[in-house]
């Protein structure tokens, strides 16, 4: 009988377990791909092992990524996400991806942002990238926004923030789990970075839903914004009639209004009771992404922006237009938070202080700005149905009706509503014991009237609405 040392046996172990090892690690690297799906063939792609991606870092791949603006939906076995948009944010060397995610479920991966360049000798076109280089790669941040609402939503917005590494500047960003073991990567985002100061006010107006068709909302709001001082409009699309989307695409003609289209995804309209109230999914149709997304395309592309629903005007008292407003705040403000109060739509309608022309075109055209002057005695108080002015680039955070953070120095600045007043011009019944307050501010602003008048014969036959 031959006796075999221990340490002979030990080593033979050693061997064996190492070459174990080193045949699972070879075994698992040969599945651990990244995948990149092409739309146009219905091919899968592997691209690189993880482990080499700096390796291809900058190699330009003839593949087509499928780009999509809103609301890519990202799933993993706990969570869903929905990725709305990403914008560069230079100041801070990041890219930040706007995500509605479930905040029910704590999020239990990691994830990474994924850097793509368009190849500079293809056509920019943002429903694929066909030719593209993979320039970086780093792990993001999520924060989630702090809004407060009446009632829990079960999705709320947040934000992945994703370090740039080198100087980079992005054309495009994939968000996906660490690691790329299992997850197909699908799309991407466009990487919006405006660099350039087009106009001092654009208007930013939450998402119009549930097949909107009072076209003359649209006008009448545009039409004395523009009186008012403002430059743009961004309307997000969730639901509209024909006559609204004509009324938009007239204004978009003439390059003073962009429309974002709002898709939300079906488990995002309809809660698990089947009930029609969209808020027990989200919170008023995505408002708090739809904010942040409008605040982030505006960051170096506006002076300030205007943060308003479509039934309100920002109103100042002792000023000719927003401009002579701004001027006379601090300037070392980055928000300026404006008190709200209801101009109730089932009280009467003014008799006087109206030329009869304006007020039969106001009458025509249901301009309720120009017909209902009374008010409810009561302002409400700050950050009670408040909404903002802001300096986009001295703000990082914006909710519902404050400012939620700040780049670091920044700070809001109360306006007195004396100075200036947010009219709500509120449908459905009023509360008959609040006393009334004539309000006739708006009639500074009169030109808007004339305005409205031309704006419709422009439109020719379209309806005002509202349509059944």
Known sequence: MVMIPRSTIRLV????????????????????KYYIFDNSNHETHSVRNLTSWRAW????????????????????????????????IHYLAQVWVIVIINSDLPVQSDFECVFYKQ?????????????????GLTLSKLYVFPEIVKLPARFTAAIFSCPLRHGLVPDAVSLVPAGFLKLPVHNALPVISPSQ???????CVSPLHSLHSKAHQIVEMVE?????????????NLSIHWNVDAVLNHYASKGLVTVIQWPLPAMLREDATNRTSEETNIHYHGQLAMLNDCLNRNKGASRY????????????????????????????????MLRSSYFPLDWPSVKSGINKTANKIAKTYNANAFLKVFREERI????????????????????????????????????????????HYRA?????????????????????????????QQLGDIPLGPLV
């Open 13 to 32: 172990s050693v061997f064996v377990l190492g070459y174990s090892i080193i045949v699972s690690w070879f075994l698992f690297q040969s599945t651990n």
């Open 57 to 88: 870092e900058g190699e330009i791949l003839p593949l087509r990524l499928q780009c999509n603006p809103t609301f890519s939906r990202l799933s993993t076995s706990t969570e869903d996400l929905f990725l709305t948009s990403a914008f560069g």
């Open 119 to 135: 190849d500079q000798n293809d056509l920019l076109s943002w429903n694929y990238i066909t030719n593209f280089s993979i320039i």
């Open 197 to 203: 100061i087009e106009r001092n006010f654009a208007v």
């Open 224 to 236: 004395t914004s523009l009186v008012l001082g403002a430059d743009h409009f961004f309307f997000y």
């Open 305 to 336: 922006v205007v943060f308003q629903d479509l039934d309100e005007l920002v109103v100042p008292k002792k000023h000719q237009s927003w401009t002579m407003l701004m001027a006379s705040l601090p300037s070392n403000a980055s928000a300026y």
């Open 380 to 423: 409400f108080g700050r950050a009670v149905r408040s909404k903002y002015i802001v300096d986009p680039l001295r703000v990082e955070i914006v909710g519902i009706h404050n400012v939620w953070k700040f780049k670091r120095g920044g700070a809001p600045y109360y306006v007195p509503p004396e100075v200036a007043l947010v009219h």
């Open 428 to 456: 459905g019944k009023s509360e008959t014991e609040l006393k009334r307050v004539k309000d006739k501010s708006v009639f500074k602003f009169i030109d808007a009237l004339p305005q409205i008048h031309r704006t419709w």
